[in-house]
């Protein structure tokens, strides 16, 4: 297992496990790679500076051996290790989505026709969610629509 940090289109960096750099690329070229923070995909690896000996100094001391990381199933990811100030994130974000799925209507893909026709009062006005695609969803705040992203369901993701 490699532990990569990476860093999305909009600067948010953050760590994940990947079996082998070839696993990170095949990930990464299918969209599978996202930012936990805005889910961009548009994720690249950040600089890393490796662990390099010194020779200059005599012996090096020992590194404390650490126990070896649990290989995932083939197939399963494996989970990352939360700081309290991600876990605490992640609580919000899943209240914030637990909260929207239970008091709104799921439009599905119809979403964008149905904020518009809600909008210009051609539809009743009621709180909805579903997806559109990014040209949809820009296209709506365009014309002076309020929609904004719902965030994706924390554990579904990393």
Not at 35 to 52: E, I, N
Not at 82 to 97: F, G, K, T
Not at 102 to 115: C, I, K, L, P, Y
Request: proline share 12%.
């Amino acid at each position: 297992m490699i532990l990569f940090t990476l860093a999305c289109d909009s600067g948010h960096q953050f760590e994940s496990w990947f079996p082998s750099n070839a696993a990170y690329d095949e990930q990464s070229a299918r969209g599978l790679v996202t930012c936990p923070f805005c889910d961009s995909a548009r994720v690249a690896k950040a600089p890393m500076a490796p662990a390099v000996a010194r020779t200059d100094r005599g012996r090096a001391e020992t590194p404390t051996p650490q126990p070896p990381v649990p290989a995932a199933p083939t197939g399963v990811p494996m989970p990352m290790l939360a700081a309290e100030p991600e876990r605490q994130l992640r609580a919000l974000m899943r209240a914030v989505r637990e909260h929207v799925v239970s008091t709104a209507e799921d439009v599905g893909e119809r979403f964008a026709d149905e904020a518009r026709a809600i909008h210009y009062g051609d539809a009743e006005g009621r709180p909805i969610y579903g997806e559109a695609s990014p040209q949809e969803a820009r296209a709506l705040v365009e014309e002076g629509i309020e929609v904004m992203p719902l965030p994706p369901a924390p554990d579904d993701r990393h």
